[in-house]
């Protein structure tokens, strides 16, 4: 089995709207999962980089976006059966953090991911999705949705991080 992978993401809400992506699905041929699920900005943190430059980078990159690194909000691990991909083994392992993230700067764009040629790309769009149309989005991870209503704004600022396994 290949090592576990350490991600972060960022969760910035703005006017009652929360900064998302849409991205195709990693496992096209799944049936149990959609083609595409609206995630929050975030990746995989390179070797020798903080995690607060991973956050930055990764919202750059994806969405064009600047922004300060506020508050751990929660730790995701996931674990998924990655089958026909050798290298990875058998199971895909990562461990994601997501932090409570303030947008600074910047302009909005459908970003890119670096790893991916043009014609592979998976981040389909970027958006402000309303609070109050979550319901309506197929957002990844499963707990993503009921985590963002249940608290303010404000909350977010000194949240106690929570942990959220393979399940949910």
Known sequence: MSQVKLRVSALCIRDGQVLLIEHKSFAPDDPQLPESYWILPGGAVERGETLDEAVQREMMEETGLACRVGTLLFIKELLYPYPGVVEQGSLHH???????????????????????????????????????????????????????????????????????????
Do not use: H
């Open 94 to 168: 990562s461990v994601s953090l997501g932090f409570y993230c303030t947008v600074t700067g910047g302009e909005m764009i459908t970003g890119k991911d670096p790893e991916y040629p043009d014609d592979q790309q998976m981040i389909i769009r970027v958006s402000w999705i309303p609070l109050a149309d979550l319901e309506r989005y197929n957002l990844y991870p499963p707990f993503l949705a009921d985590y963002i209503v249940a608290r303010s704004p404000e909350e977010f600022q000194d949240a106690i991080p929570e942990f959220f396994d393979s399940c949910r």
